[in-house]
């Protein structure tokens, strides 16, 4: 589980990005971090150097979640722990009424070199664009 460094994640890399509203979510643990894992192999044979997944959560949390989701290397699990990163590219979702606050969006990125190539915004937080599958067929 990684504090956000941006220049050491993305400066001179090609990076799959993925954010989700929140860890042990049902939509998030048993659909979308799964996939980026079991397509972990096909996505970076096409040239990609880190596979990211962003969470405003704290880094105790994101740990426990990669843990509990056997991640091992495959996820670079990224804390935006204030939405500091997530407030910056307006990637922020209320979610107050349930009770879960100002989280992130659920999407996937490709980052290529500090350059944003590909965005799969759900615009929300459904889940029908930012999939492992869709992004692998993007690539």
Not at 33 to 41: A, R, T, W
Not at 46 to 75: E, R, Y
Not at 99 to 114: A, E, I
Request: proline residues 4%.
């Amino acid at each position: 589980v990684k504090d956000l460094g941006f220049e050491e994640i993305f400066s001179g890399k090609k990076v799959v990005l993925f954010a989700v509203p929140g860890c042990f979510t049902p939509t998030c643990s048993e659909q979308h971090l799964p996939g980026f894992i079991e397509l972990h192999d096909q996505i970076k044979e096409k040239g990609i150097d880190t596979i990211a997944c962003l969470a405003v959560n704290d880094p105790f949390v994101m740990k426990a979640w990669a843990d509990s989701s056997k991640v091992s290397d495959k996820i670079l699990m990224l804390a935006d722990w204030d939405g500091s990163f997530t407030k910056a590219i307006e990637m922020t979702l209320d979610l107050s009424d349930p009770g879960l606050g100002v989280r992130s969006s659920r999407y996937s990125m490709l980052v290529d070199h500090g350059v944003v190539k590909i965005l799969n915004d759900e615009k929300g937080g459904g889940y029908t664009i930012s999939s492992a599958q869709k992004m692998l067929e993007s690539l």
